[in-house]
């Protein structure tokens, strides 16, 4: 996860604030604070994958799965 995945998820959140905009103008208060706490959050899990996620990738898995099938191959 790199910052172009962040910055696209960025954009992405922000056309979502917008379209909800439009729709929630006439919607009460509490509703309108709970999308934008839980937009806020999701923020912070995106932010929290682009910068400090080191996790495996789909790779890493096809590796540790066929990786003996091609030691023994091989062997």
Do not use: H, Q
Request: proline share 7%.
């Amino acid at each position: 996860m790199t910052y172009p995945f962040f910055v696209a998820m960025c954009i992405l959140l922000l056309l979502n604030g917008l379209f909800e905009w439009k729709r929630r103008r006439k919607t009460p208060i509490r509703e309108l604070r709970a999308f934008f706490v839980l937009s806020a959050l999701g923020w912070i899990v995106i932010l929290y994958m682009a910068i400090f996620y080191k996790g495996p990738t789909p790779r890493d898995l096809i590796d540790f799965i066929f990786m003996p099938v091609y030691l023994w191959l091989n062997g």
